[in-house]
């Protein structure tokens, strides 16, 4: 077999990325006839519309010259100064607007944070499992990661040991209603880990893009706020795509000035800075305090579907399965029997019509639970969650009488 | 004295990003009793505000949910399929959409083209000068410059020697009216340039945000075009930044579909994607042929700016100074006599309420020719023009005249 030469070299980072299997699998769940856990998005319910609308409109209509052209890369000044204040409501109160800067969403602070920390083999805490959106932007940069003991409770910050945290570049956490298991960090392990990173320098950065989805318990106060009290140098990533509309691509990065100084060179290089109409126009809309009368009607709705979800599963799972009862966001977490492989579980799934995400993608530096999933509850209508919930149920229970071998 | 010790560790990369003399002086160039030659900034008088807002407004009113979600990495298809056709005009008749992939803005596809091409000391074969913003992303990963000789008509395909292009990664080339000489690329060079990469296998990335804006000579076919008759790969980046607004982030590349589809993998690690709001709003301003009767009044704004600038330069300039006559786009480049630096020059300047891009920092991989300077014709109005250029061509008098070593 003779093989044509390419004409082009690509990079060493660029040979390695592989088209993965499961992205294959789940360019299936796109058609309209599967029932579809697998996403990673917001109910389109949510978005409020007209009054994106009337602000763009506002926005182009007052200032429009200014609005289409280029822009400061630190981004929009009156933006930069809500999110500097807003950061009160998660307990961080001294924020300056000079400590923020807006990027094209939080994916695009990911690849910044890479570009800024990583070498090839650098070390990398991550949760156990983590997000797979974070493993993808920081594995262009090539880091060896090592993964943080993590329970129904979220990481444990006794598992940073010495060891553990040596030399590492940074610990990426999302403390609220992670994505992908749905949990927590409590109080005290926030305090734990921002004292513990503080004394071993290695800085946090604080994924919230959830935060404030939450429906049931009570607020925490913050990374940022914890860890600014403790001395630890933590760096938070917000987005507007949870709160507004994710198609607007836009969030921002929370960090002390000369990390923020260097981002913003990054920043230049890598897009030279996010759309000037989309920050005014997001500014427009929330400068009023849209927030506090759109935020409880989305909560409520992403508590009616995940009630939905954990109704159903009570009544369809089996008894030796178990999952998380998450107390805000968009995800949940499912444990099957330990002999019962998700990625085989997807593949018969999808011949009965109905998807999720297998839990092996969302480990590293750690050998993957092959015997778990991530469900999604915001975008199914409620009857089609049972039905979907109902036939996983009836085949994880077939995946324990032997079905499998056949 | 004692120095605190970090508690972070920046990658090697960032740790290279140092912060340049010349942004902090250009920085200056703000203040409003500055006449500004330096900007890269498109003249806001052509942007179309009120077409922008009616498709935002159509967009947000008829598809607003779909507007506002998440989208395909890939970019919004009916989106991608213009372009493909649009590029018929530039003579590429047979382009599929599949080879379309948008980008937030041309900065964009040059970071991901860095992430795919580049390791650390890969050759990088760039013009001389050649654009800043590319080189800013490129360093980022790393390459090792070598320029290609260049003349006021642009780069001599015959200085591709065969140890010149030896394992070179690609030529980045800008053909029409290069920044920031403002200078062409000739037909014949153009397929001498094609040919010569088609044989030695190197890869051409031609970007060409200006082409659009020709206000003098005749269109000549694109790289791409030209390339693939030839066997050539070519990469073509495309923006909506000067035909539209650049404060939208809107640009797209076009190649190969196994460049495009690692490019897409890229792309979901960097931001995910590019709003699905501005694309849907920009393919509605576009789509039933605006900038067939858009384009003309923004060339003719051009053409007449570049007018005052020449008709001043001829006036004010000293008769040993030479620069480039642009048939298009927004630059022209400055030869001064060989014994004035025009980093010196600007410090003058400023002084004396003038400002420009001294030629210094656009040349890699080669001496610079500290001698050279751009000037930006686009955003001053006549007067000013007049009287800036006027300022400068004083100084550079007095720079032959001794007052240097004073």
Partial sequence: MSVTPQPYTFSQRAQKITSSAIREILKVTERPEIISFAGGLPAPKGFPVDAINTAFDNVLRQNGRSALQYGPTEGYAPLRAWVAQDLARVGANDVSPEE?????????ALDMLGKLFIDPGSKVLVESPSYLGALQSFSLFEPAYQAVPTDLGGLIPKGLTDERVQDARFIYALPNFQNP????LNLERR????QRCAQ????????????????????????LGLGRAAGATVIRLGTFSKVLAPGLRLGYIVAPRPIIAK??????????HTATLTQMAVYETIKSGFLKTHLPAVRELYKQQCGYM??????????????????GGMFLWV????????????QRAIQNKVAFVPGEPFYAGVTPQTNTLRLSFVTVPEEKIREGIAT?????AESGTGLKAA
């Fill in 181 to 184: 298991t749905g949990t927590t």
């Fill in 310 to 327: 954990l109704t159903a599963m009570q009544e369809f799972f089996p008894s030796d399965v178990t999952w998380t009862k998450p107390e």
């Fill in 335 to 346: 444990t099957l029997p330990g002999h019962i492989d998700s990625n085989e579980l997807l």
């Fill in 100 to 108: 923020v800067l807006i990027v094209s969403g939080s994916q695009q």
């Fill in 392 to 396: 996983l149920g009836r085949l994880i």
């Fill in 263 to 272: 981002l913003v060179q990054i920043k230049q290089a890598t897009d030279l």
């Fill in 191 to 194: 305090k734990a880990l921002v």
């Fill in 200 to 223: 071993a320098n290695v800085p946090i950065i604080e994924d919230d893009p959830y935060g404030d989805l939450r429906y049931a318990g009570e607020d925490l106060p913050g990374l």
